[in-house]
Each structure stands twice: as C-alpha cells, then as structure tokens.
C-alpha cells in the first residue's frame, strides 16, 4: 500500500485545484466547480482521492521533501548542519541568521507556497465532505473528514513554528481572503487545538477499522498526541513582537493547555493502541525498512514516493559511493549530525547512544563493495537513518523514498511526564520517564538506571531537567529539539552550553577530561564492520593487532559557528517570509520584528 496513495491523491487533487490556475477563472465557473464538489464529496472513493491529494503538497521538491524537513529544527545542543561553518545560504537558514532573499528558499515553490497549497486542498475537502459526505452518520466519511482537519493542522503547526504570525484561512479561498495580513498564532493554535478535538471524535484507534491499518493514515492516537504537542507549543514561551514570553490568552495558560495534553496523552496510554518498540535500535530498523504498520511505535509518518522522499538522502550515515546499499550515487547522506559531545552525554549503557551517533561513514566502493571509516571527532552522523538497513536498494539520484516519523509514542510519554510533573508533582511524571529509560537500558541495569535514577528525582525542579535531558537522548536526529528548546526558554542558555561543551571536549577538560584522544580499529571477519576500541571514556590502553586514529579534531570555527556571531537566537526564533511571498502579497505581508540581534 505504501507510495500508492500519493499518486491517487494527485489525480483528485488536481480535479480539485485546476480551476484555481488563476484568481479570475476560479471565481467565473462556480457552476462547474460546486458540480465536481458534491460527486466527489458524496463518493467515498472519489473522497478519499482527494483528502489523499492534500498530501501531495507535503512531496513536492522545495516543500517538505527538499526544503523544510532539511533544515527546520536545526542548529541545536545536540543537532546541527555539519556544514555549519560554512558561509552560504544554506548555513544561514540554521545559524539563525536567515534572510528574506536566501537564495535556498526564495522561490515561488518554496514549502510556504506548497504549505498553503496543502491548506487550501485541505480546505476543500473538509467543506465538501460537510457538505455533501453526511460525515456525522457516515463513518467513513467522518474518518476523512478527521484525517483533513489534522492534514491541515499539521500544515499550520508547521508554519507557526518556523514562521510564529501567518496568513490564515479556514475556507476555501475567495475573493476576499486572496491577500491578507498575519494573523496572531494564539488564534491559529485555539482553532487548530479546537478541530483536533472534532477530529478525534471522528477518526478511530490504531488497526481499529482498515483505514487506520498504516502509519501513513491518520488515526485517534496521532491526533491526540498531536494535539498535546500543540497545547504544550501554544502555552510556551516564544517570541513575540513585545519579547520573548508565554502567551497572555487565558485560553492559552499553562494551566489549561497542560491539563488537556496530559489528558490526551493519558487517552492514548490507556488505549492501548500504541506502544514503543521493544528496543531502540528495532524501531530504527522497522523504521529503514518502511514498515508502515500501525500499532507501533510511528504515531503518523509523512508518506513519500519513492521517487519523494529525501529522508536518508540527508540524514543517513555518508555513502561516499554507490555501493552494496545505495544505488543513488556519490555522497548520498550525512549532510547533517549529532553534536561531538552528544555520544559522550550517553551512560554508556544506554541503547540509544551507538544507535544515534555514528563515527564512521562508508568509504569509496572496491568492486561495488564499501566498508566503514572512521571520520574525525567534530563529523558524527545521525545512525537512525542508514541505508544499510532498508530492505531495497534505492537507486533514485536525490530520493529514497523513506518517509518522515512525524511523531512516536516515546513523545505521547514525555509530553506525559512533563504536564504531571508540573500538575500534579514529580511522583506521577516518574512511571512515563521509566518507561522511555526501560527500553534504553538492558534488564541488568535497570535497577540503577532506570528505578533508582528516576526514583531520586522527588523534586519538581530535578525532574524537569531530567525530562529536557531525557528530550535529547531519545530524540537526537529527529529535529524536535529547537522547538522544544523555545517552548522551555532555553534555545540561546542551551545553545550556549552546547558550545561550552564543545570547547572542553576539544581541550579534555571538565565533564569530557577521560575521553579518549585516540581510536584504534579493525575490521571484523566480514571485512567491512569496525571493530573500534577508545570510543568509551577511560578506554587509553592500545590493544594488539589495532590501528590508531586521532581523535582530537574539533576545529574553533565549528564551535563558534553553531549560531552566527553576534546574533541572538532567543531573538531570531523564527524564519522570514521570503521576499517573493511579500512582494506578491499586495503590500499585506511584511517582515518586522523577527529580525532584531
């Protein structure tokens, strides 16, 4: 089923959306285009077409695929552009130094444009399926009433974050609303929180009826984990024109929005319908081999072709050459990575570590074979991604097709833990930090890593921390960190301590004083697996029969660049709005306060 749905959604997408070619022929034929509404919308098939077809926007090459999931949550205390230090459009997008004419994003297709022409299908659909779908008795039509109202969700949830203040509408275009200002995101979160509470009414559990079989369906459980994301987002801080702070909507406070999103979570929980992986490095091979089933881990995954997707193509550990597991060319992932230090914050007991921070990519190809070589300390690559664990060779130049994790359950338990903590007190958030810790450490361990780690944490304030840092073990690589950062007030403090942090690995001193200097290797019996000795802190003994490395590169300018000089993150939070998008908004868009050092 995986990839099918693209392909039929375009189709209905573009009966959809072919009369909008232009402001004037839209608005001449609504005879022709109410017609096509009400036989697609009274027409299951035709339908789901069409709710499919908002999807599409999500594959184009400079939305999502290209453009957005690229660079969006980058840099951070534990993620960053590997080429960061580099000074280009492309490093500008995430040293929060972004400008209106960055020539990597300024574009009329850029993911602005596809967002909202994502928005716009979505729009129609759930008009015509109130119209004509009968969705309140018609349950199949309801759960594709539910799946457009979270479609459009996502896409705003979207250019809220990178974006703060946008344009919006809730219809269908028309002739009044074809240019208009910003809107304030307080209103955009209340409305996208208030239809994702209709859609959870109308969408069903995991694997409950057939529609919600797969990861790239919408189902119960996504909406409502998705929902508590937003409510944790909306009742953050953030920047605002007068600073940055939380909301000053009563709607909005911390009160309200954490007692809803632990009350979803708490749904999803109960529900049983979800769960996590039973090991960390499972999920992230169920994941590579595009194992959309439902009732794991993948709460809902962005779907691609696999002539779309660009997942593994930009995060996966570098194939320096086609070889026994890509087919896509030279130089094929390994554009972005963890921070040095991140592998070093690990217990070196825990599971996620050697899943997450790779130190070797795969080298040149003899014979149409490669084998791994180790990099150097500052170039770590992101191991959830890997080609050498998909079931197919891709083989496509600059996609491979994998899709995007949009949200995992191991999130529902953290969003889970941190509202307890702050409402109910560090006892009730210690059963879902266990949790997630269980699956990281072997059964052995989990008494001290698990039990009494989280039980010594009886303070509200002690279980926070450990909640942000537990953030950052579990997700690495996935490019939720910025915007939890910003919803904590943390981005510039973390920022800046990740830099701290960097410097005294490169000088040994401080926290990373034991970590080793050199590596030795070998390689295993299948003659391109390394065997490598000295990752782990104290391992300085040379063992017999090894090669040594060097492991001391972590160069100033890397460090330094991981924000842009004399800029302040906490102040440029968000991204502009291209110039083409203010120069054909007919004066109703501007870029103002986002901008200040």
């Known amino acids: 089923m995986k990839h099918k749905i693209i392909i ?6 573009g009966l959809l959306t ?3 070619d ?15 509404e009400q036989l697609i919308f009274s027409t299951p098939g035709l339908a789901k077409g069409a709710v499919d077809g908002i999807k599409v926007s999500f594959g184009e090459e400079q939305s999502y695929r290209g453009r957005l999931l690229a660079y969006q949550g980058l840099n951070t205390d534990s993620e960053w552009l590997l080429a960061s230090s580099s000074d280009n459009a492309k490093s500008d997008l995430v040293v929060y130094d972004a400008k209106a004419d960055n020539t990597e994003m300024n574009s009329p297709k850029n993911a602005w444009a596809m967002m909202y022409e994502g928005i716009e299908r979505a729009n129609l659909c759930i008009r015509g399926i109130r119209a004509y779908g009968n969705p309140s008795t018609n349950a199949e039509m309801g759960q594709l009433l539910g799946e457009a109202l979270t479609l459009r969700a996502i896409y705003y949830a979207d250019l809220v974050r990178n974006w703060g203040d946008v344009p919006v509408r809730f219809e269908p275009v028309s002739t009044n609303t074809i240019y208009i200002p910003k809107t304030g995101r307080d209103e955009i979160y209340k409305q996208l929180i208030a239809d994702l509470g ?7 559990w995991p694997n409950a009826t057939s529609a919600t079989a797969s990861t790239e369906r919408v189902n119960k459980a996504f909406v409502k984990g998705f929902r508590a994301r937003l409510a944790m ?49 499972g999920l992230w ?3 590579n081999q595009e194992n959309t089933t439902a009732g794991g881990e993948s709460l809902w995954e962005i779907p691609f072709a696999d002539s779309r997707g660009r997942m593994l193509f930009t995060f996966a550990v570098r194939h320096d050459a086609v070889d026994q597991f890509q087919a896509m060319g030279a130089n094929k992932g390994g554009v972005n990575g963890p921070l040095p230090f991140v592998f070093y914050d690990y217990d070196q007991a825990d599971t996620r570590r050697d899943v997450t921070c790779v130190p070797y990519k795969w080298g040149a190809a003899v014979n149409g074979k490669s084998k791994q070589e180790l990099t150097d300390l500052q170039t770590w690559y992101f191991g959830k991604y890997r080609f050498e664990w998909m ?7 600059n996609d491979d097709g994998v899709n995007k994790i949009y949200m995992r359950y191991a999130e529902v338990l953290l969003i889970a833990a941190e509202a307890a903590n702050e409402l109910e007190g560090a006892g009730s958030a210690a059963v879902y930090l266990k949790e997630i810790r269980r699956r990281a450490f072997a059964p ?9 780690y989280v039980d010594q944490l009886t303070s509200k304030d002690a279980m926070m921390n450990a909640i942000i840092e537990e953030n950052k073990l579990e997700f690495t690589g996935e490019l939720e960190r910025k915007y939890a950062l910003i919803r904590w007030n943390l981005l510039k403090t973390k920022l800046d301590e990740a830099k701290v942090k960097m410097a005294d690995l490169k000088a040994r001193t401080g926290k990373y004083q034991d970590v080793p200097k050199t590596l030795y290797y070998k390689y295993q019996d299948d003659g391109f697996t390394l065997d490598i000795y000295g990752l782990n802190r104290g391992e300085t003994q040379a063992p017999v029969g090894y090669t040594s490395k060097s492991w001391d590169k972590l160069e100033d300018n890397k460090i330094t660049t991981l924000y842009k000089a004399g800029v302040n993150p906490d102040k440029r939070q968000f991204w502009p709005i291209w110039q083409t998008f203010i120069d054909g908004s007919n004066g109703k868009l501007v870029n103002d306060w986002v901008f200040g050092n």
Do not use: H, W
């Open 391 to 397: 079931k197919r060779i891709a083989s496509a130049p």
């Open 198 to 204: 209709e859609a959870s009414t109308l969408v069903a």
């Open 18 to 20: 072919s009369c909008q």
């Open 285 to 287: 091979r169920k994941y």
């Open 22 to 36: 232009s402001a004037d022929d839209f608005f001449d034929t609504p005879a022709q285009s109410t017609l096509d």
């Open 233 to 281: 987002m909306a009742s953050g801080y953030q920047q605002y024109p007068d600073g940055v702070r939380r909301s000053n909507d009563p709607e909005l406070s911390v009160a309200a929005m954490y007692k809803l999103a632990l009350e979803e979570c708490r749904s999803v929980i109960t529900s049983g319908t979800a769960r996590l992986e039973p090991t960390f490095e």
């Open 444 to 452: 052995a361990n989990q008494a001290v890593k698990v039990d009494a």
């Open 8 to 13: 039929a959604g375009l189709i209905i997408s």
